[in-house]
């Protein structure tokens, strides 16, 4: 697991500075997002880079693990579950995240405020849950 492994550490870090960035816009009211287009936008942006992050990471384990090819980020997760990595609960936690990525970028003429609120405010704490799900496998398999 050599070649991914520094990848995904890598990811890690990435994935960790843009978790500390949307930290700061969680003490912003749920009124000043939804006042503030640019604010929004930049929430939603950045909830979509750490989401691409995390699948971005399930694609590099599964291939580094020579599993199934994946059609999709969904079909990866199960994969990686199937394969230890992640709990069946955290993972249908990250089938949530990547339907709400393919929103984010599929969807975004019609962003949904409230959603994106919804994120920034109760889903942050699953990065880190993702983060040490991976770091433990690692620390097991590596």
């Given amino acids: 697991m050599a070649l991914s492994d520094e990848v995904i550490r890598q990811r890690l870090q990435?994935?960790?500075s843009y978790v500390q960035h949307?930290?700061?816009y969680r003490?912003?009211?749920?009124?000043?997002v939804r006042s503030d287009m640019s604010l929004t936008w930049a929430i939603a942006h950045?909830?979509?880079l750490s989401i691409q992050c995390v699948l971005d990471m399930c694609h590099y384990l599964v291939a580094d693990l020579t599993l199934?090819?994946?059609a999709t980020s969904q079909e990866a997760i199960a994969l990686l579950r199937d394969a230890g990595v992640f709990p069946a609960?955290?993972?249908d936690t990250l089938v949530q995240m990547a339907?709400?990525?393919n929103l984010l970028v599929h969807v975004?003429?019609?962003i949904d405020i409230e959603r994106v609120y919804h994120h920034l405010q109760s889903h942050l704490d699953d990065f880190g849950q993702f983060a040490q799900h991976v770091l433990q496998f690692l620390a097991q398999n590596g």
């Fill in 108 to 110: 975004y003429a019609q």
């Fill in 99 to 101: 339907r709400f990525r």
């Fill in 22 to 24: 949307l930290q700061g």
């Fill in 89 to 91: 609960v955290f993972a």
């Fill in 46 to 48: 950045g909830l979509q």
């Fill in 27 to 32: 003490t912003r009211g749920r009124d000043a």
């Fill in 14 to 16: 990435l994935l960790e």
């Fill in 68 to 70: 199934e090819v994946p």
